[in-house]
């Protein structure tokens, strides 16, 4: 039971020793005025101004809660991601990375933080978890990556691992 505990208490660190994200190339962004509108008129949704983190968090909390999986093929068109309410890792990482840079914009910090879509590989203890799954949906990751004006890395995010186990952030490596 004490064991259970601690990987429960410690499920995040031990997540991120094991398991490692390698970008292999990024998305574009689209800009959405849909979503931000969309965001602003939610009743239940309150942005307000905060650090980094906390924005960070607020997106991906809000983008967890709008969202559920699926492995169906998904759009990676924000608009179309918050309307269908359905989404896969695509449309996970292009619908934080809307409302994060939309709140980044009315904040007036669009310049000091830059929020990028990755397409990666995911590794456990440096094996490529893809080289075992023979199926078009699992060969590649859709993930988040915040950096600040100086190109240095914030943290990375995968809201569609937040939503399913409750990791918040995840090991990416360059």
Not at 3 to 12: D, E, F, N
Not at 78 to 86: A, G, K, L
Not at 157 to 168: E, K, L, N, P
């Amino acid at each position: 039971m004490f064991i259970l505990a601690i990987l429960v208490l410690a499920k995040g660190m031990l997540f991120r020793a094991t398991i490692s994200y390698t970008s292999v190339g990024q998305r574009e962004y689209q800009m959405s005025a849909y979503v931000h509108g969309a965001v602003m008129a939610d009743e239940t949704t309150t942005f307000r101004q905060a650090d980094i983190d906390e924005l960070i968090d607020q997106a991906q909390d809000l983008t967890a809660a709008r969202l559920r999986f699926t492995f169906d093929q998904s759009d990676q068109d924000p608009e179309s991601v918050w309307n269908n309410e359905r989404a896969n890792c695509i449309g996970y990482a292009a619908l934080f990375r809307a409302i994060l840079q939309e709140q980044l914009n009315d904040l007036g910090l669009s310049e000091d933080y830059t929020v990028e879509h990755h397409v990666g590989k995911l590794y456990f203890l440096g094996l490529n978890l893809h080289s075992f799954l023979d199926h078009p949906f699992f060969r590649d990751h859709d993930y988040n990556v915040i950096r600040d004006a100086d190109g240095t890395i914030i943290t990375a995010i995968d809201v569609s691992v937040y939503d399913y186990i409750g990791i918040a952030r995840i090991h990416h490596i360059e």
